[in-house]
């Protein structure tokens, strides 16, 4: 079945620390891939997507994620994290071809950041 | 250029009422998605229209409902509320295709009593 799915559901790291959630997705192609942020009671920000092209992508707020074919990864990685960066991270794959990807993300659970001073 | 905007912000209705939703999308836009999303189930995707229609749908009951304007701003409408339909409520636009990117709205709380 076509899926993302993000193995930490909570991650601690002090501020200052590098950081990295993990996302896999299980999909026969190349899927258009995509991390959203999410601070408590608020919509989704886009902070970076992958179509093809460059595996490493770069993205606002410091962030980076790298494509991994042969692993179906898209890792979210900062060097260092900032107390603001405290929320939820979420990672999205376009999973479909033709009519059945039209305007439908399938999201992972989630991954909780928690940062510590 | 302006975001997504979703109204009301926050809702709270009655179980067997009715509710409806609104989302303007980015100006140029043309596609508007839908999505569900619950501490339990996560972010659902509910559906999406293009240029007044729906070309694409999830699994959901037939009391969820939508449809887009003219202008591609677009309406959500949940008939004969459940507790379960408690949720926030977001859409997205888009240009038309996957490879545009998403930008979603702050989303519509909706709390059914």
């Known amino acids: 079945a076509q899926s993302v799915t993000q193995p930490d559901i909570h991650i601690t790291v002090s501020e200052g620390a590098s950081l990295e959630l993990r996302c896999n997705y299980s999909?026969?192609?190349?899927?258009?891939l995509f991390w959203y942020v999410q601070s408590p009671g608020q919509g989704l920000q886009l902070l970076l997507k992958y179509f093809s092209g460059d595996t490493l992508v770069q993205g606002i707020k410091g962030f980076e994620a790298e494509f991994k074919r042969s692993q179906s990864s898209f890792n979210l990685r900062k060097p260092s994290v900032h107390w603001s960066d405290a929320a939820e991270y979420f990672c999205a794959g376009s999973l479909g071809a033709g009519g059945t990807s039209y305007g439908k993300l399938t999201f992972g659970q989630g991954t909780i950041l928690t940062v510590h001073p | 250029k302006a975001g997504v905007t979703q109204t009301p912000r926050y809702l709270i209705k009655t179980r067997g009422q009715q509710v409806t939703l609104s989302c303007s999308p980015i100006?140029?836009?043309?596609?508007v998605s839908w999505y569900q999303q619950t501490p339990g189930q996560g972010l659902q995707f509910l559906f999406e229209?293009?240029?007044?229609?729906?070309?694409n749908k999830g699994n959901f009951p037939g009391r969820f409902s939508g449809r887009q304007f003219s202008n591609s701003r677009s309406e959500m409408n949940v008939s004969t509320l459940e507790l379960g339909d408690s949720a926030l409520y977001l859409c997205a636009s888009t240009q038309g295709y996957p490879s545009y990117g998403y930008t979603f709205g702050s989303g519509t709380r909706l709390t059914v009593v």
């Open positions: 100006s140029g836009h043309r596609s």
């Open positions: 999909y026969g192609a190349t899927p258009y």
């Open positions: 229209y293009f240029s007044e229609t729906q070309r």
